[in-house]
């Protein structure tokens, strides 16, 4: 596929950059300066009146990085990720397949599984501490008459599993509606045909359907793990502010924490530029995946 | 005959997803039981499994007041105002800048435009928690702490819309506007007669998109808003679960939380079809 290069159409001079304007003031003021301002803030040094600040290079960084809190933080946030990306990417895949089925009822079954994309994060807490409280939630309940000491409030694997459990369960609904429409693009008669061959169902998916997910589920992967380092943050500060001690402090809200609660200023802005890493490492890889999608598209 | 054995095949298919639906909805359904008893009863840790007799009371109350015996919150419909009006400006405004600096992309061309491009891009990889401090601290030197304008402006940047609608543009015949400009019409004229009209679809997915995005924001209400009057929903609940001791008034939380949530459900469950063709396209 040849690449036409579009001319432009207006040949005004001014025009488009007042129409640029509105978006480049507020990516510069709210985005850009910000980003400096923290990148600054991390090599430099505070008192903790705020009134001499001076440059000390890595030294924010190697104190981060000799933290065991930190470091425990960074393997938490890593654990937390990856459950909740698992778990909710191959629990939508599996009902995807079910819901991609010629089934009667199909179209409510779609509408009863991506409904609760409609929650907030913080909002999805709220009902599942109302469920899981230790002494009035009926699931708690139910699992103290089961003989299961639960109480997350002291309990901090609990605790982590709750966070898990309720971040999951709203990401499975993003998660569907992008494997439905994966699975919906898979052309029939590719499936015809291998079962034609005497390819029994669950071969075919997997040698088959699984493959041509691939872009999907790799975009997923992307997403799902920026939703568990960001997004979650709601998650926990409505179930457990971070604890039981630091049970579910992932490095998200460890720079909250340390930024507006304890105002470490410089360690919380090392913080940031450590998660800044992470982010541009993430969409490098997806737009890197992304520019090869599109190239199948073409030679497709 | 065909058709029977078919239908016994996928009694699997239909227990696992009305399984799944159920184990979804189950939340909702505890959170509107426990809207319809009294504070007492759920305190007792004996809430039955159906509904009460509190439903009326709870959700007058919840709704114009907010607050009970041992729970002090903002009244709901304070908090939905300020959802709704977050979540509006937030999406037109998103929409508003994306379309014009991706119009300016696509049908001019002027120095520095792939430069511009590029910035708006790199915003991809600046979310709030990167940039958290000195973000508060642009917005309070700009005294925007408790007003709107803080809680929405710095959400209205948008990569997302500007490179959705920079392929929508891209995809449109150039010589629809070529034929316009013959008959006289300027770049603004063409933008509004033609390049807006066929772009209808991706702006009702991107809206819906954007509006649920918005409604559901959390960290930075959470920072950049100190008084009850500015709560949002997600704000004002979680403020008013506390500690989520026993002893609360968890019948007015959970009537606050079924009221408020009704707002992007429903969005999202009748406007569904342009959800889901808003996030499959910007995940292309």
């Not at chain 1, 109480?151 to 569907?176: C, E, K, M, P, T």
């Not at chain 2, 009970?68 to 009006?85: I, Y």
Request: with cysteine.
């Amino acid at each position: 596929m040849a690449v036409i290069r579009r001319e432009a159409v207006f040949s005004n001079k001014l025009l488009p950059y007042l129409l640029v304007a509105p978006q480049l003031v507020l990516t510069g003021v709210f985005f850009l300066w910000p980003a400096v301002q923290a990148l600054q803030q991390s090599v430099m040094k505070s008192d903790p009146f705020g009134i001499r600040t001076r440059f000390v290079g890595w030294e924010n960084f190697k104190a981060l990085f000799a933290d065991p809190l930190y470091l425990g933080s960074i393997r938490l946030s890593f654990v937390f990720a990856g459950a909740v990306a698992f778990l909710a990417m191959s629990l939508a895949l599996f009902l995807a397949v079910q819901a991609n089925r010629q089934l009667r009822g199909s179209q409510i079954y779609k509408t009863l599984l991506i409904w609760p994309y409609a929650l907030a994060p913080a909002v999805s807490a709220v009902l599942w501490v109302f469920l899981f409280q230790p002494s009035i939630g009926v699931v708690s309940l139910a699992l103290q008459g089961l003989g299961i000491p639960w109480d997350y409030h002291l309990h901090g694997g609990q605790a982590l599993l709750l966070v898990i459990l309720a971040s999951v369960a709203r990401q499975i609904s993003y998660n569907f509606i992008f494997f439905l429409a994966g699975l919906q693009a898979v052309p029939k008669t590719l499936i015809e045909a291998a079962m034609i061959d005497g390819a029994s169902s669950r071969r075919v998916f997997w040698s088959v359907v699984f493959p041509l997910l691939t872009p999907t589920t790799f975009f997923l992967i992307v997403m799902n793990t920026v939703y568990a380092f960001f997004d979650t943050f709601g998650v926990i500060d409505a179930l457990t502010k971070g604890g039981p001690g630091k049970a579910t402090e992932t490095l998200c809200y460890k720079v909250y924490l340390d930024g507006f609660r304890s105002f470490r200023i410089n360690s919380s802005a090392a913080q940031s530029v450590v998660l800044m890493a992470v982010v541009i490492l993430l969409t490098a890889f997806q737009f890197k995946f992304l520019q090869r999608r599109v190239h199948y598209e073409g030679g497709g | 005959m065909k058709k029977a054995r078919k239908s016994l095949a996928n009694i699997p298919a239909h227990l696992f997803l009305a399984v799944a639906a159920a184990l979804l909805a189950f939340p909702v359904y505890m959170a509107f039981i426990g809207s319809t008893h009294d504070a007492a009863t759920i305190g007792r840790g004996r809430m039955p499994l159906t509904p009460g007799a509190y439903l009326g009371q709870n959700y007058v109350q919840a709704w114009a007041y907010g607050t009970g015996e041992r729970v002090s919150g903002t009244p709901v419909r304070v908090m939905m105002v300020n959802s709704l009006t977050m979540a509006l400006a937030i999406a037109l405004g998103k929409i508003f800048m994306s379309v014009l600096a991706a119009y300016a992309v696509v049908f001019f061309r002027f120095p520095l435009r792939n430069f511009f491009f590029w910035l708006i891009f790199i915003t991809l990889m600046l979310p709030l928690e990167v940039r958290i401090i000195p973000s508060y601290k642009v917005a309070s030197d700009l005294k925007l702490v408790n007003t709107f304008l803080g809680l929405t402006l710095p959400m209205m940047v948008s990569a997302t819309g500007t490179l959705l609608f920079r392929q929508v543009f891209l995809s449109m015949p150039k010589e629809l506007l070529e034929a316009a400009k013959i008959d006289g019409a300027g770049p603004l004229r063409c933008l509004w007669s033609i390049v807006l009209p066929l772009s209808r679809p991706s702006l009702a997915a991107l809206f819906v998109v954007m509006f649920v995005y918005g409604w559901n924001q959390y960290l930075w209400p959470l920072l950049i808003t100190t008084t009850r009057q500015m709560d949002t929903v997600a704000i004002g609940l979680v403020r008013m679960l506390g500690t989520s001791e026993s002893l609360m008034d968890w019948n007015l939380v959970m009537a606050a939380t079924i009221m408020t949530m009704a707002v992007p459900v429903s969005v999202v469950i009748l406007l569904q079809r342009w959800l889901v063709k808003g996030l499959v396209e910007i995940g292309k």
